[in-house]
């Protein structure tokens, strides 16, 4: 058990009032959580200030109580050492890192960043690692796994608080595994969250970057730069690293405009390694056949050359193999074993997942809620389709505003009828969040009734869908993918978007057997 000063040693404190020799036996961010002879971190958050519930936790045994130098004055607490810090949501992670006694220097670590693909090749790379003899853990956003355990993830967060990441990453070295691969958001990454401190990333990938997450980062250059800090990452001294000496290494995609910036972060020491379709990259790939069930690619790479089998339909996910396969190459498998196990790869639940019954017209259930998301899932598709595309999708409550009449006007260019509905409408107005997004419908010249519905009820908005489809039609549902409820301002509904579509088409006479 870890004494006070030993989790404080990298972290900014500014008074401490009580005993820093107190042994701690839990560490919590939420006070319901406290153990007897815990820490608890007091975090001021948008909706709740942790603060607030000092006394909960001191009445639960808390031996020790940080607060932030911000919101929160120092007073001596009767058998409970204060601590003041700077920032207690950026000390959370050195404290949670400390905590667990830092497990990811018992680990390969794989930090993944870029606006759309996280989830898909963070589970690609996972799928990839474990087939070529690694045993891999996975953190995503849309499950955690421990070697061949797997579990969904109802967090709602892509990239956990930094105490969960830390006791993810230590029930991954206590179960045999020698790598992690973890989503890296723009959130977790930015310096005013910091949850992925103390991760000591061995290899960092850059995806894409398109507008998205604004509202929290307030430019477009303020999220690249938090993006960037997992390629500065690469640098971060581990503490008692057991690892080896092996150098990080810092892979880009060449075929986005700012993979520089991300390479650029990275530590000098650092071995670059770039992919692409379009560009010039080291390891190249040339599409040979592609379609809705999935692609030929010749590869071409520093390893030698060979035929890329991928069961992922479009472009995008073809960048995404490539960033996986390079992933695995910089990890010492043989190209021909890579390439072998890239063949039996299948996209995690919410990505572009098909709903069949033995419906005439398809289905696809997709996570896609941005505008750079629905150019990139509606322009791979509209070719492929032979009769009219209709989309279901809304947009989030609470969040990037600036992209809603975006979306309606990306989905109205490429489709024939939107059924506008709720996404996770969180306290805002439902009704007014689906007008916004009509604004960019009508702009792309769809008229209401007819272009476009506006149904807020998502699971009658997604019936309406599905029984206006025809033959050769495809349906989109959009936006809620892997995710397990709709969220109102005080409550939310149980969702599963896959599920509520079979059941909608059973309803409507589809009765392909169950098997």
């Given at each position: ?465 599905l029984a206006k489809a025809c033959p050769g039609d495809l349906v989109l549902l959009l936006g809620k993918g892997h995710e397990g409820s709709i969220i109102y301002a005080d409550h ?24």
């Amino acid at each position: 058990m870890k004494t006070l000063r030993e989790l404080l040693a990298h972290v900014a404190v500014v008074q401490i009032i009580g005993s820093l020799d107190t042994p701690i036996a839990g560490l919590a961010y939420d006070s319901r959580q406290v153990v007897p002879g815990g820490l608890f971190v007091a975090i001021a958050g948008h909706h709740v200030d942790g603060h607030a519930y000092i006394a909960q936790a001191l009445a639960r045994g808390a031996r020790a109580i940080v607060v932030d130098a911000r919101h929160q004055s120092a007073h001596a607490l009767e058998g409970a050492t204060l601590i003041k810090v700077i920032d207690s949501r950026v000390a959370l992670a050195p404290l949670a890192a400390a905590f667990y006694d830092y497990p990811a220097t018992r680990l390969r670590t794989i930090g993944i960043t870029g606006t759309k693909g996280k989830s898909t090749t963070t589970d690609l790379v996972s799928q990839l690692l474990d087939a070529c003899g690694k045993t891999t853990g996975l953190i995503s956003t849309v499950d955690f796994k421990i070697g061949n355990r797997r579990w969904a993830n109802t967090t709602r967060q892509s990239t956990p608080e930094a105490p969960d990441v830390q006791a993810l990453l230590t029930e991954m070295v206590a179960n045999g595994c020698d790598t992690a691969v973890i989503e890296a958001t723009s959130h977790a990454l930015s310096a005013s969250w910091n949850r992925l401190n103390g991760c000591y990333f061995d290899v960092a990938v850059f995806l894409n970057l398109s507008h998205e997450h604004l509202d929290y980062h307030g430019t477009f250059e303020q999220y690249r730069a938090d993006k960037t800090r997992l390629f500065a990452m690469l640098d971060e001294p581990a503490v008692g690293a057991t690892q080896g000496t092996s150098l990080p290494w810092a892979i880009a995609n060449a075929d986005d405009p700012h993979h520089h910036f991300f390479l650029e972060e990275a530590p000098a020491k650092a071995h670059q390694l770039t992919y692409g379709i379009l560009k010039a990259a080291e390891v190249k790939g040339t599409i040979v056949r592609s379609g809705p069930t999935g692609s030929l690619v010749h590869v071409a790479t520093p390893w030698g050359e060979g035929e890329l089998s991928l069961r992922l339909p479009g472009t995008f996910n073809i960048s995404n193999a490539l960033a996986a396969l390079s992933v695995t190459l910089s990890q010492e498998v043989p190209l021909e074993r890579a390439l072998a196990a890239l063949a039996t790869t299948h996209a995690p639940r919410g990505r572009m997942e098909p709903v069949e019954r033995g419906q005439p017209f398809d289905v696809i259930v997709d996570y896609a809620h941005s505008p750079g998301s629905f150019e990139q899932v509606m322009g791979m598709l509209r070719p492929l389709v032979t009769g009219r595309m209709i989309a279901v999708f809304g947009s989030a409550g609470e969040r990037d505003i600036a992209k809603r009449s975006l979306q309606g006007a990306i989905a109205g260019r490429y489709c024939e009828l939107l059924i506008l509905t709720d996404e996770d409408p969180r306290g805002e107005d439902r009704e007014a969040i689906i007008e916004q997004i009509a604004t960019g419908a009508r702009q792309a010249g769809l008229r209401p009734n007819e272009g476009y519905l506006c149904i807020p009820d998502r699971a009658q908005a997604l019936r309406t869908a599905l029984a206006k489809a025809c033959p050769g039609d495809l349906v989109l549902l959009l936006g809620k993918g892997h995710e397990g409820s709709i969220i109102y301002a005080d409550h939310a509904i149980p969702w599963d978007e896959a599920a509520e579509a079979q059941q909608a088409l059973r309803e409507l006479g589809y009765r392909l057997s169950e098997a």
